[in-house]
């Protein structure tokens, strides 16, 4: 586990999300699907965010500002600095042979990198609004559908190796109709590395923690 | 010997980041229950404004399965190692104690007395401490919440029941409201409040403890620099455990641990621990502040 004090290089804006870039310093982008604390300043915790896009020399974050931490965190300018700790978790399994990747709204923050990693495999792409989807920009071969359409509908007969992120009840009508997905997970986490025992989802009639099990989990082995 | 740093209890796994407990100078383990539990269901945090809500309900394996899968791998850091235990009766405690004291690679118990996540043990803290005093010959440490009103007087009877040490505070209670549905963000509702805004009452509880009684105190709530390790040694203190700071900078040991050093050094104390109680106002009229006026 590294922390360091990475430097803003440059904010875009994607519809209402904020694409943030760092220079990486020490810290290794490590598996797509894993995700870094960020120091959201003046809030009391970092927030976790996937790693977005790992150009060289930097790491790219995709923030939706909602809170007082991803405001502050949105808020940075070039410049600036943050303290990093990561990367952290378990991320996707990349030995898959027909890759499908399913996000919806801010879930698609892993995509870039993992689309990269992967050879740009095909996506489904799911957003409330047209300026939402404007984030779609980030994901090579995509299809967006927008709500009321939900990415379920959109999904083709053989889905192949859904490799997925986006909110909870998306992730679990995956899970129903793809029961082999991999499913990156969210959950509210103090710390990202073990210690604070928040972030815990059930699995098997137990709480584990997310930060160390996941975020990307399998429902069924 | 200068002033040992350890984490709070809860706060850190040593087993999932052992950097961070190599960095330590004792390693508390998060809180053992004579049955396995699981836990409270999440949301189980929640930051707010000056520190954070947590609510975790001593999830955990079990005495006997911590002691059989958990300890020798505890054991093998190159860190002391105090385990703290819980419970929800004195026989809760006696049983943790007792399986405890032939574990030659644990240094300490902390006895959690407080924690604000369960139902309260119906027995007085002194009652738990006495019972595990007739269970194990280690060193005792009870931690108390620093929600009594008479927090030296509760130092008293824990002391006097035969606990060796303080560790002062555990969270407080507190609780969280979305503030667009105005529904308690926790499952539980209320949760354990830590962070910058626990460090006032801890320093209180410290100086009012310190003053009552005369045996070691670990010195814990809100510590996030040197300065403030320095304020709770100056109380009364004489360790320092961090605790939420840890969930925002896991390498806050060893720089608390120079900031200490420099922040005392420049107050013209060679040893941090020179600083011990300088806070402490030696008069009657303060002391009757802080314990009831029976100092």
Not at chain 1, 185 to 202: F, H, I, L
Not at chain 2, 76 to 95: I, P, Y
Not at chain 2, 256 to 281: I, K, M, Q, T, Y
Request: hydrophobic share 45%.
């Amino acid at each position: 586990m590294r922390r360091e004090l990475l430097r803003i290089t440059g904010v875009e804006v994607f519809g209402p999300y904020v694409l943030l870039r760092l220079a990486r310093g020490g810290l290794e982008p490590g598996d797509p699907g894993q995700f870094f604390m960020l120091e959201a300043p003046g809030r009391p915790l970092p927030r976790p965010f996937s790693l977005c896009s790992a150009p060289a020399g930097e790491l790219g974050f995709l923030i939706e500002p909602l809170g007082p931490g991803t405001n502050a965190i949105a808020g940075l300018r070039p410049g600036d600095g943050i303290h990093v700790t990561g990367p952290l978790g378990r991320g996707f399994d990349l030995a898959v042979e027909r890759p499908l990747l399913v996000g919806g709204g801010i879930g698609i923050a892993p995509f870039p990198y993992l689309s990269e990693q992967l050879g740009s495999p095909p996506a489904i792409l799911g957003f409330r609004t047209a300026f939402h989807a404007e984030a779609a920009a980030l994901v090579p071969n995509a299809a967006v559908v927008l709500d009321p359409v939900l990415v379920t509908d959109a999904l083709p007969d053989e889905p192949g190796d859904v490799l997925a992120c986006g909110p909870e009840p998306m992730l679990d009508a995956l899970a129903r109709l793809v029961p082999r997905a991999q499913l990156a997970r969210e959950a509210p986490m103090a710390c990202g590395y073990g210690a604070c025992y928040g972030c815990v989802v059930e699995r098997d009639g137990r709480y584990v923690r997310l930060c160390l099990e996941g975020p990307v989990l399998r429902e069924a082995a | 010997m200068s002033v040992p740093i350890l984490n709070a209890s809860g706060c850190l796994d040593a087993l999932a980041a052992p950097e961070v407990a190599a960095s330590l100078d004792v390693f508390v383990t998060k809180t053992i229950t004579p049955e396995p539990r699981d836990g409270n269901p999440p949301v189980r945090i929640a930051e707010t404004d000056h520190g954070m809500l947590n609510s975790i309900g001593l999830q955990g394996p079990g005495i006997d399965a911590f002691v059989a899968a958990h300890l020798p791998r505890l054991a093998a850091l190159e860190v002391d190692l105090w385990v703290s235990v819980g419970g929800f009766a004195a026989a809760d405690f006696a049983r943790c104690c007792a399986v405890l004291d032939d574990e030659d690679s644990v240094a300490a118990i902390e006895l959690n007395l407080s924690c604000p996540n369960v139902e309260e043990a119906p027995d007085t803290a002194a009652e738990l401490v006495a019972a595990a005093r007739g269970a194990t010959k280690k060193p005792l440490y009870a931690k108390l919440s620093p929600a009594q009103w008479d927090v030296a007087a509760g130092a008293r009877a824990v002391v006097a029941a035969g606990a060796d040490g303080l560790s002062l505070v555990n969270t407080i209670r507190g609780l969280a409201l979305d503030p667009v549905t105005l529904r308690p963000r926790l499952a539980r509702a209320v949760g354990g409040y830590s962070g910058d805004a626990l460090r006032p009452i801890a320093l209180a509880c410290v100086y009012a403890c310190a003053s009552a009684v005369d045996v070691p105190v670990v010195g814990m709530g809100g510590v996030g620099t040197g300065v403030h390790a320095l304020e709770l040694v100056a109380a009364g203190a004489s360790a320092v455990a961090l605790g939420t700071i840890l969930f925002s900078d896991p390498f806050a040991p060893s720089r608390v641990r120079d900031e200490l050093r420099a922040e005392a050094a420049a107050r013209g104390f060679e040893n941090p621990l020179d600083a011990r109680s300088v806070a402490v106002v030696k008069s009657e009229k303060y002391l009757q502040i802080g314990s009831n006026g029976t100092a």
